[in-house]
């Protein structure tokens, strides 16, 4: 084993978080170190798979970056701009509209534009470097151990380490007991995905709703995808992105009750071949990335993203949105806070929790605060069936309100207004109850966010708040595709 030099900030997995997470540090004055397990021409490939991903981020988030790096990113990087993203129920008839004008990345480029702005801000870039772990002191965190590429057993010191290791992260995991960072979360709030990058020959009809090339299409159909969705992201020319997410759980309940044995791999298949539209699909493998799978977690962020000379962001804290699994916006928001308060938590000299605390502050106030109410939401829509998402969307909500849930606000849903459902002799009527329960439960869990803890003291009892809060929402809706 050899120790080599000390650094002020080490950055343990070079995707989106990571690098920039380590550009911000060093352009704050530290010395930063940044590992990650690929070759560099590989940068941010999030396993053997590839760059596993929909692509799809909002030109919110891209406008953010390139503010905060002054770095302008165009094509190849941003390979198509789209013009939002629409949710399609299960019978296609219904079309929420969300998120605004965005983009499908190319992911391989993208990646490799984020490194080299973290190499010209000053940072030491060490590939094919696997972390097995946080070295920790007296409850601090002080460095990372891991296996440099001949295999040789190394550590590396630091005042503060960031984890942006993504979803399978070894040092969150590793972290010393303690109330603020969970090491595990459960598995009824991971996502199992996969896609494939198509070219297709032609199309062999029009049909906006399997693709259309200004919109992201989001298929909601719990027998197809249970528990999550099916999705159809346009890239440039005749290139297409399509995938699929499911609950664990749910596809357990669904393969019983439906007497089939799917899995992640068998959905996605089934759910191409249903496309209608397109003709001749071949895989389109540039960079090896035209086929894989991954998870994605869907819960609220950790509820601290901060302990003793340890921060995170991204995947690694559990940061994707709730309802849509986007998780590239948070990771650049959360790359590029972190790295900040890490450089100005090395200037004054103290990189203890209540130090580093300023991150879960602003981290809330820019991004995390709705994300606790959204997992109320993401939770009661895996209770529905494919006739109540049917019948709801055309039913229960305006287009303007759903699209609002979407970014976390809350819609005005009243008694009153049941009544008058009632009155119009609607079915489901349990359901859509169960909606205005969720929808105040959304709004109690907000209110909760918005005052967040000041300092690590108040935490335990906020966070407790959380847990029970969510707790009750999972006690009364259970997992339900076919129902
Ligand atoms: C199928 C799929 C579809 C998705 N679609 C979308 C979408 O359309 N839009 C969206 O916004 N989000 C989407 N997401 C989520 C999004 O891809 C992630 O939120 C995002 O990649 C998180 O970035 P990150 O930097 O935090 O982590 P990652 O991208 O996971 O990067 C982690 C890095 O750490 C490295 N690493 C991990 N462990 C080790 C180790 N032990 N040692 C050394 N290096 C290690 C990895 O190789 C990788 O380079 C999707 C995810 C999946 C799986």
């Not at 013009?83 to 983009?103: E, M, T």
């Not at 998780?327 to 928001?333: K, S």
């Not at 809330?364 to 605060?369: F, I, P």
């Not at 993401?378 to 709801?392: A, C, M, V």
Request: glycine letters at 10%; proline letters at 4%.
């Amino acid at each position: 084993m050899t120790s080599s030099n000390d650094y002020d900030v080490i950055v343990a997995g070079a995707g989106m978080s990571g690098s920039l997470a380590a550009a911000m540090a060093a352009r704050g004055g530290a010395s930063v170190l940044l590992v990650d397990r690929n070759k560099e021409e590989s940068v941010g490939k999030k396993t053997v798979w590839g760059w596993t991903c929909g692509d799809a981020v909002a030109g919110s988030h891209i406008d953010f970056l390139q503010k905060n790096t002054g770095v302008t990113f165009s094509h190849p990087e941003l390979d198509q701009q789209v013009a939002g993203v629409l949710a399609l129920s299960p019978d296609l008839s219904s079309k929420y509209p969300f998120d605004g004008v965005g983009y499908s990345l190319d992911r391989p480029e993208f990646e490799r534009k984020l490194l080299q702005i973290a190499k010209k801000s000053g940072v030491e870039y060490i590939p094919e470097f696997e972390v097995d772990g946080p070295l920790a002191e007296n409850n601090v965190i002080t460095g990372i151990s891991g296996r440099s590429k001949g295999g040789e057993k190394k550590i590396f010191k630091s005042k503060i380490v960031i984890d942006c290791l993504g979803v399978s992260t070894v040092i969150r995991r590793k972290l010393p007991e303690n109330p603020y960072v969970d090491r595990t979360i459960d598995i009824d709030d991971i996502e199992s995905t996969g896609r494939y990058i198509f070219e297709f020959e032609s199309l062999d009809h029009e049909d906006e709703r399997y693709y259309d090339r200004k919109y992201a299409l989001i298929h909601l159909n719990n027998e197809i995808a249970p528990g999550g969705y099916g999705w159809v992201f346009p890239r440039s020319g005749n290139r297409v992105n399509i995938g699929l997410g499911v609950q664990k759980r749910s596809l357990d309940i669904r393969n019983k009750a439906l007497g089939k044995s799917d899995n992640l791999q068998s959905l996605i298949d089934n759910y191409v071949k249903m496309l209608p539209v397109f003709k001749d699909l071949k895989l389109y493998d540039k960079d090896g990335n035209g086929k894989g799978s991954w998870s994605v977690p869907v819960r609220r962020q950790m509820e601290s993203l901060v302990f003793n000379g340890y921060m995170g962001a991204g995947d690694s804290m559990v940061m994707p949105n709730p309802i849509s699994a986007g998780g590239i916006g948070p990771a650049l928001i959360s790359g590029i806070i972190c790295g900040k308060h890490s450089a100005r938590a090395v200037q004054e000299g103290d990189v203890s929790m209540k130090n580093l605390w300023s991150y879960n502050l602003e981290y809330n106030e820019l991004y995390g605060k709705k994300m606790a109410g959204m997992e109320a939401f993401r939770i009661y829509l895996q209770s529905l069936n494919n006739s109540i998402l049917n019948y709801g969307m055309k039913s229960f909500l305006t287009n303007e309100e759903a699209s609002d849930l979407t970014v976390g606000l809350i819609p005005e849903l009243s008694m009153a207004q049941k009544f008058k459902m009632i009155l119009k002799g609607a079915r489901n009527i349990t359901a859509f109850s169960n909606l205005i329960y969720t929808v105040k439960k959304m709004k109690e869990l907000n209110d909760i966010y918005e005052k967040y803890p000041k300092t690590p003291e108040e935490f335990p009892k906020f966070k407790s708040t959380v847990v029970h809060e969510i707790e009750e929402v999972k006690e009364r809706f259970k997992p339900n595709p076919i129902g």
